[in-house]
């Protein structure tokens, strides 16, 4: 069975849900977890309010900030379930091939993730991530609905 599984997060209402599904998955196979989180590069061209408003410096500060609370809530959810977890945050503009990456460089054989994550325009404009994962990745994925 699987040892080692990569639950990727937004930070998500639907994200923490397969976060929560994930670990309990985990705990029940006894594997342990590499919880990974993706925050965009700064672009001066975006859909992004937050790249709208700050600066460079400003908009990296937080992009850190909101990854490093994203972790800290998948690991206190890890650690009431006892199960291992180990976080990590990665600035990519392409977040299926950070998750791909992220899981072979782990060693993980499993990615478990949420369906989608994005809303509105954007999933329209820049497709689900969860889609590339599954086009590209030669891993197993589950996705939790």
């Known amino acids: 069975m699987y040892k080692h599984i990569l639950i990727p997060t937004d930070g998500s209402s639907l994200a923490m849900t397969a976060v929560k599904q994930g670990l309990d998955f985990a705990k029940a ?3 342990e977890v590499t919880a990974l989180t993706v925050f965009e590069p700064f672009h001066l061209l ?3 309010t937050d ?3 700050d600066t460079p410096e400003i908009y990296h500060r937080h992009a850190k900030a909101e990854a490093k609370a ?6 206190a959810l890890a650690k009431a379930r006892g199960v291992v977890c180990h976080p990590v945050e990665v600035e990519s503009d392409h977040p299926y091939e950070a998750i791909i990456a992220a899981a072979k460089k ?21 497709g689900s991530e969860t889609q590339k994962v599954l086009t590209h990745s030669s891993l197993p994925v589950l996705v939790y609905r």
């Open 29 to 31: 196979i006894g594997a």
């Open 46 to 48: 975006t859909l992004e």
């Open 51 to 53: 790249m709208i408003t």
């Open 70 to 75: 994203t972790l800290a809530k998948v690991e």
């Open 106 to 126: 782990h060693k993980c054989d499993l990615i478990a993730m949420a369906s989608h994550g994005r809303k509105g325009i954007q999933s329209i404009l820049l």
